[in-house]
């Protein structure tokens, strides 16, 4: 079953516009989130993380945002730009499970359009 | 630099053989851990170990085998007991304490030919 949940495999935007992807999550006991971006043939790069005492982190065009309550958390990209297309992996962790490994979702590829 | 090394960036293996893959770091990382990546699959766990002589089963560990006899190597054996091995492979590593990220290496693109 899984536990980390990426429901969209794609997602196509304008360069300039705002670009959302999701994330949902089934395990109560993840304190730990994050985004990953991954070009192909290539590994992931960190790209952006929250702990579960926060709603909201921000980093200069990105801001991921948690909803604990929802057990679902999202990337806003703004504004988005053609060399953010790639693969965007969600990733989880509980303090005390697996050995604090990162659970991840499969992916949701965003192509941004000029 | 610090960094996570991964090599062959490209392997090839007959059935019926293992192979054995290489990951390396030098950031003094404790944990470290090995992903499976299928396409529409995700990153899958196969195996991780937070210290040294000590390794534990991810979700997908059959037909694969890890020793962590350094704190800086945790190579990955591909046994032929691996039903579909053809697949890109991630080492990744982490400070073993909450709230950090994992770095990961470039991959291993392994074929089965």
């Known amino acids: 079953d899984q536990q980390v949940k990426q429901n969209s495999p794609s997602l196509s935007v304008q360069e300039g516009r705002i670009s959302i992807l999701n994330c949902d999550y089934t395990n109560s006991m993840f304190d730990y989130f994050l985004w990953y971006k991954k070009y192909p043939a290539e590994g992931p790069t960190f790209l952006i993380s929250?702990?579960?005492?926060?709603d909201k982190n921000e980093d200069g065009r990105f801001t991921v945002f948690l909803n604990k309550s929802a057990k679902h958390l999202s990337l806003h990209i703004v504004p988005s730009q053609p060399g953010d297309s790639a693969v965007y992996f969600c990733a989880a962790s509980a303090r005390n499970q697996a050995g604090t490994a990162l659970i991840f979702g499969k992916g949701t590829t965003l192509s941004v359009s000029s | 630099d610090g960094g996570i090394t991964q090599s062959p960036k490209y392997l090839f293996r007959k059935e019926g053989q293992n192979v054995t893959l290489s990951c390396e770091q030098n950031?003094?990382?404790?944990?470290m851990y090995w992903y499976r990546q299928d396409p529409g699959q995700g990153l899958r766990l196969i195996y991780y170990s937070q210290i040294v002589n000590d390794f534990q089963k991810g979700d997908i560990a059959e037909g694969y085998s890890v020793s962590r006899e350094k704190k800086e190597s945790f190579p990955l054996t591909v046994t032929s007991a691996q039903k579909n091995p053809t697949a890109f492979y991630l080492c990744?590593?982490?400070?073993?304490?909450?709230?950090?990220?994992?770095?990961f290496g470039q991959g291993t693109r392994l074929t089965v030919v």
């Open positions: 950031l003094n990382h404790d944990a």
């Open positions: 929250i702990s579960s005492i926060k």
């Open positions: 990744a590593s982490r400070l073993r304490r909450a709230n950090t990220e994992a770095f």
